[in-house]
Protein backbone atom coordinates (compact mmCIF):
# COMPACT_ATOMS: atom_id res chain seq x y z
CA UNK A 1 0.00 0.00 0.00
CA UNK A 2 1.13 3.42 -0.87
CA UNK A 3 0.91 6.26 1.71
CA UNK A 4 -2.56 8.51 0.62
CA UNK A 5 -1.88 11.56 -1.38
CA UNK A 6 -5.27 12.80 -0.56
CA UNK A 7 -7.77 12.55 2.20
CA UNK A 8 -10.28 10.72 -0.31
CA UNK A 9 -7.90 7.58 -0.04
CA UNK A 10 -7.44 7.54 3.81
CA UNK A 11 -8.35 3.93 4.51
CA UNK A 12 -6.72 1.42 6.35
CA UNK A 13 -5.45 -1.09 3.95
CA UNK A 14 -6.89 -2.05 0.22
CA UNK A 15 -9.91 -0.38 -0.65
CA UNK A 16 -13.55 -2.04 -1.23
CA UNK A 17 -15.39 -0.53 -3.38
CA UNK A 18 -19.46 -1.34 -4.19
CA UNK A 19 -19.21 -1.08 -8.52
CA UNK A 20 -22.67 0.78 -9.09
CA UNK A 21 -23.60 0.22 -6.06
CA UNK A 22 -23.27 -3.53 -6.55
CA UNK A 23 -24.98 -4.02 -9.84
CA UNK A 24 -25.41 -8.20 -9.81
CA UNK A 25 -29.02 -7.68 -8.27
CA UNK A 26 -30.15 -5.60 -11.48
CA UNK A 27 -30.50 -2.55 -9.11
CA UNK A 28 -27.26 -0.47 -10.19
CA UNK A 29 -26.75 2.84 -9.62
CA UNK A 30 -30.21 3.56 -7.53
CA UNK A 31 -30.50 4.24 -4.10
CA UNK A 32 -31.44 0.81 -2.88
CA UNK A 33 -28.45 -0.65 -3.92
CA UNK A 34 -26.22 1.56 -1.79
CA UNK A 35 -28.45 1.38 0.56
CA UNK A 36 -27.90 -2.65 0.74
CA UNK A 37 -23.86 -1.63 0.39
CA UNK A 38 -23.74 0.29 3.04
CA UNK A 39 -25.71 -2.16 5.22
CA UNK A 40 -22.98 -4.69 4.12
CA UNK A 41 -20.19 -2.43 5.47
CA UNK A 42 -19.00 -0.83 2.56
CA UNK A 43 -18.14 2.69 2.45
CA UNK A 44 -16.70 3.17 -1.01
CA UNK A 45 -19.11 3.40 -3.63
CA UNK A 46 -18.20 3.25 -7.77
CA UNK A 47 -21.16 5.35 -9.90
CA UNK A 48 -21.69 7.11 -12.78
CA UNK A 49 -23.22 10.98 -13.71
CA UNK A 50 -24.98 12.44 -16.80
CA UNK A 51 -26.84 15.64 -17.34
CA UNK A 52 -30.63 15.31 -17.65
CA UNK A 53 -31.77 18.55 -20.77
CA UNK A 54 -32.57 20.33 -17.81
CA UNK A 55 -28.70 19.89 -16.34
CA UNK A 56 -30.08 17.55 -13.23
CA UNK A 57 -26.93 15.43 -12.47
CA UNK A 58 -28.01 12.19 -12.86
CA UNK A 59 -26.59 8.91 -10.88
CA UNK A 60 -26.52 6.71 -14.26
CA UNK A 61 -24.72 4.33 -15.95
CA UNK A 62 -25.54 4.38 -19.75
CA UNK A 63 -26.58 7.41 -22.05
CA UNK A 64 -29.87 6.10 -22.70
CA UNK A 65 -32.50 4.53 -20.07
CA UNK A 66 -33.67 1.76 -22.28
CA UNK A 67 -31.17 -0.69 -21.02
CA UNK A 68 -32.04 -1.41 -17.49
CA UNK A 69 -35.18 0.75 -17.08
CA UNK A 70 -38.77 0.58 -17.69
CA UNK A 71 -38.22 4.28 -19.63
CA UNK A 72 -36.35 5.17 -23.37
CA UNK A 73 -34.90 7.80 -24.74
CA UNK A 74 -31.29 9.84 -24.02
CA UNK A 75 -30.98 11.18 -20.97
CA UNK A 76 -29.42 14.13 -22.09
CA UNK A 77 -32.69 15.29 -24.41
CA UNK A 78 -35.04 14.20 -21.13
CA UNK A 79 -36.13 16.85 -18.58
CA UNK A 80 -35.35 15.39 -15.36
CA UNK A 81 -39.54 15.25 -14.63
CA UNK A 82 -39.87 12.55 -17.60
CA UNK A 83 -36.09 11.05 -16.29
CA UNK A 84 -37.63 10.55 -12.89
CA UNK A 85 -40.25 8.47 -14.00
CA UNK A 86 -38.43 5.74 -15.14
CA UNK A 87 -37.67 2.75 -12.68
CA UNK A 88 -34.57 0.56 -12.75
CA UNK A 89 -36.15 -3.32 -13.27
CA UNK A 90 -39.47 -1.92 -13.27
CA UNK A 91 -39.16 -0.39 -9.87
CA UNK A 92 -36.66 2.00 -8.28
CA UNK A 93 -36.19 5.41 -9.96
CA UNK A 94 -33.08 7.21 -10.91
CA UNK A 95 -31.65 9.37 -7.88
CA UNK A 96 -29.98 12.49 -7.94
CA UNK A 97 -25.86 12.19 -7.49
CA UNK A 98 -26.87 15.29 -5.08
CA UNK A 99 -29.18 13.28 -2.96
CA UNK A 100 -27.02 10.13 -3.00
CA UNK A 101 -23.87 12.45 -1.03
CA UNK A 102 -26.33 13.73 1.12
CA UNK A 103 -28.25 10.10 2.09
CA UNK A 104 -24.52 9.09 2.90
CA UNK A 105 -22.55 11.38 4.71
CA UNK A 106 -19.87 8.77 5.60
CA UNK A 107 -19.50 7.41 1.85
CA UNK A 108 -17.03 8.04 -0.20
CA UNK A 109 -17.87 8.18 -4.00
CA UNK A 110 -15.52 7.68 -7.20
CA UNK A 111 -17.57 8.99 -9.80
CA UNK A 112 -17.39 8.46 -13.62
CA UNK A 113 -17.87 11.41 -15.97
CA UNK A 114 -20.12 9.47 -18.46
CA UNK A 115 -20.48 12.85 -20.88
CA UNK A 116 -18.85 16.25 -21.04
CA UNK A 117 -22.20 18.07 -20.01
CA UNK A 118 -21.96 16.60 -16.59
CA UNK A 119 -18.17 17.99 -15.74
CA UNK A 120 -19.03 21.19 -14.99
CA UNK A 121 -22.33 20.34 -12.81
CA UNK A 122 -20.29 17.92 -11.15
CA UNK A 123 -17.23 19.97 -9.97
CA UNK A 124 -19.82 22.95 -8.74
CA UNK A 125 -21.77 20.18 -6.86
CA UNK A 126 -18.57 19.09 -5.01
CA UNK A 127 -17.61 22.85 -4.12
CA UNK A 128 -20.75 23.28 -3.22
CA UNK A 129 -21.44 20.44 -0.89
CA UNK A 130 -17.82 20.60 0.10
CA UNK A 131 -17.29 17.08 -0.65
CA UNK A 132 -13.64 17.03 -1.66
CA UNK A 133 -12.57 14.62 0.58
CA UNK A 134 -15.45 12.33 -0.57
CA UNK A 135 -15.02 12.07 -4.55
CA UNK A 136 -12.77 10.90 -7.03
CA UNK A 137 -13.87 11.74 -10.22
CA UNK A 138 -12.63 9.71 -13.48
CA UNK A 139 -13.60 8.81 -16.45
CA UNK A 140 -12.43 6.79 -19.98
CA UNK A 141 -11.58 10.54 -21.69
CA UNK A 142 -8.47 11.64 -20.14
CA UNK A 143 -8.98 14.71 -21.75
CA UNK A 144 -12.71 15.57 -19.91
CA UNK A 145 -10.71 14.37 -16.01
CA UNK A 146 -7.86 16.62 -16.83
CA UNK A 147 -10.58 19.51 -17.17
CA UNK A 148 -12.53 18.71 -14.27
CA UNK A 149 -8.77 19.15 -12.37
CA UNK A 150 -8.25 22.25 -13.82
CA UNK A 151 -11.56 23.48 -13.11
CA UNK A 152 -11.37 22.46 -9.65
CA UNK A 153 -8.07 22.97 -8.73
CA UNK A 154 -6.00 20.62 -6.60
CA UNK A 155 -8.16 20.10 -4.00
CA UNK A 156 -10.33 17.36 -6.31
CA UNK A 157 -9.08 13.94 -6.33
CA UNK A 158 -8.91 12.36 -10.08
CA UNK A 159 -7.78 9.09 -11.64
CA UNK A 160 -6.18 8.65 -15.31
CA UNK A 161 -8.64 7.89 -17.95
CA UNK A 162 -7.39 5.78 -20.58
CA UNK A 163 -4.81 7.85 -22.08
CA UNK A 164 -3.36 8.32 -18.57
CA UNK A 165 -3.49 4.70 -17.75
CA UNK A 166 -1.51 4.15 -21.35
CA UNK A 167 1.26 6.36 -19.95
CA UNK A 168 1.36 4.40 -17.30
CA UNK A 169 1.19 0.96 -19.06
CA UNK A 170 4.37 2.70 -21.31
CA UNK A 171 6.14 4.03 -18.76
CA UNK A 172 6.03 0.22 -16.82
CA UNK A 173 8.40 -0.72 -20.10
CA UNK A 174 10.66 2.30 -19.43
CA UNK A 175 9.22 4.12 -21.97
CA UNK A 176 9.10 8.04 -20.96
CA UNK A 177 5.24 8.51 -22.12
CA UNK A 178 4.23 11.57 -20.82
CA UNK A 179 1.12 11.89 -18.13
CA UNK A 180 -0.64 13.81 -16.05
CA UNK A 181 0.67 14.97 -12.48
CA UNK A 182 -1.90 15.29 -9.70
CA UNK A 183 -3.83 12.18 -10.22
CA UNK A 184 -4.05 10.16 -7.43
CA UNK A 185 -5.08 6.80 -8.72
CA UNK A 186 -4.68 4.69 -12.25
CA UNK A 187 -8.23 3.02 -12.11
CA UNK A 188 -8.36 -0.30 -14.77
CA UNK A 189 -9.77 -3.62 -15.94
CA UNK A 190 -7.77 -6.22 -15.16
CA UNK A 191 -6.99 -7.09 -18.92
CA UNK A 192 -7.90 -4.69 -21.70
CA UNK A 193 -8.55 -7.11 -25.36
CA UNK A 194 -6.61 -9.99 -23.77
CA UNK A 195 -3.83 -7.73 -23.03
CA UNK A 196 -3.05 -7.91 -19.36
CA UNK A 197 -2.69 -4.27 -18.10
CA UNK A 198 -2.58 -5.36 -13.86
CA UNK A 199 0.93 -6.78 -13.23
CA UNK A 200 3.91 -6.73 -10.69
CA UNK A 201 5.26 -3.94 -13.09
CA UNK A 202 2.49 -2.09 -13.52
CA UNK A 203 1.60 -1.70 -9.88
CA UNK A 204 5.41 -1.34 -9.15
CA UNK A 205 5.11 1.66 -11.33
CA UNK A 206 2.07 3.35 -10.34
CA UNK A 207 3.25 3.24 -6.66
CA UNK A 208 6.81 4.82 -7.56
CA UNK A 209 4.65 7.80 -8.51
CA UNK A 210 3.01 7.72 -5.40
CA UNK A 211 -0.90 6.56 -7.21
CA UNK A 212 -2.44 3.81 -6.04
CA UNK A 213 -4.54 1.00 -8.24
CA UNK A 214 -8.02 0.67 -8.43
CA UNK A 215 -8.73 -2.47 -10.45
CA UNK A 216 -12.27 -3.26 -11.98
CA UNK A 217 -14.76 -5.28 -12.68
CA UNK A 218 -14.16 -8.19 -10.23
CA UNK A 219 -16.53 -10.55 -9.15
CA UNK A 220 -14.38 -13.98 -8.88
CA UNK A 221 -13.25 -14.75 -5.90
CA UNK A 222 -9.31 -16.44 -7.32
CA UNK A 223 -9.38 -13.34 -9.38
CA UNK A 224 -9.86 -10.83 -6.33
CA UNK A 225 -7.08 -12.63 -4.45
CA UNK A 226 -4.49 -12.83 -6.95
CA UNK A 227 -4.92 -8.82 -7.64
CA UNK A 228 -4.51 -8.40 -3.79
CA UNK A 229 -1.42 -10.52 -3.65
CA UNK A 230 -0.16 -7.95 -6.21
CA UNK A 231 -0.54 -5.33 -3.98
CA UNK A 232 -3.35 -3.43 -5.76
CA UNK A 233 -4.76 -0.68 -3.60
CA UNK A 234 -8.83 -1.44 -4.46
CA UNK A 235 -11.18 -3.68 -5.94
CA UNK A 236 -14.51 -2.99 -7.86
CA UNK A 237 -16.95 -5.38 -7.50
CA UNK A 238 -20.88 -6.48 -8.54
CA UNK A 239 -20.52 -9.53 -6.36
CA UNK A 240 -20.42 -7.34 -2.95
CA UNK A 241 -20.61 -10.53 -0.39
CA UNK A 242 -17.86 -12.31 -2.57
CA UNK A 243 -15.36 -9.14 -2.01
CA UNK A 244 -16.49 -9.06 1.26
CA UNK A 245 -15.38 -12.49 2.26
CA UNK A 246 -12.09 -12.28 0.74
CA UNK A 247 -11.50 -9.28 2.55
CA UNK A 248 -12.67 -10.58 5.84
CA UNK A 249 -10.23 -14.25 5.22
CA UNK A 250 -7.26 -11.79 4.85
CA UNK A 251 -7.79 -9.15 7.57
CA UNK A 252 -8.29 -6.47 5.35
CA UNK A 253 -12.23 -5.88 6.00
CA UNK A 254 -12.32 -2.80 7.75
Known sequence: MTHPRHPYLDHPGPIPFAHRGGAADGLENTAAAF?????LGY?????????????????FHDTTLDRVTDGHGRIADLPWEEVRQAR??????????????????DARWNVDIKAAPALVPLVDLIRGTGSWDRVCVGSFS????????????????????VRGVLGLRLRSYGVPFPVRAGAVSAQ????????PVVDERFVRTAH????????????????????LDLGVD????????????VFTARGAWH
Not at 188 to 195: D, H, I, L, R
Not at 234 to 245: K, V
Open 35 to 39: RRADS
Open 234 to 245: GIMTDQLETLRT
Open 208 to 227: ARGLQVHVWTINEADRMEAL
Open 43 to 59: RYFETDVHTTADGRLVA
Open 188 to 195: VPEAQSGV
Open 142 to 161: ERRVAAAARLAGPRLATSYG
Open 88 to 105: VAGKEPLPLFADLLDEFP
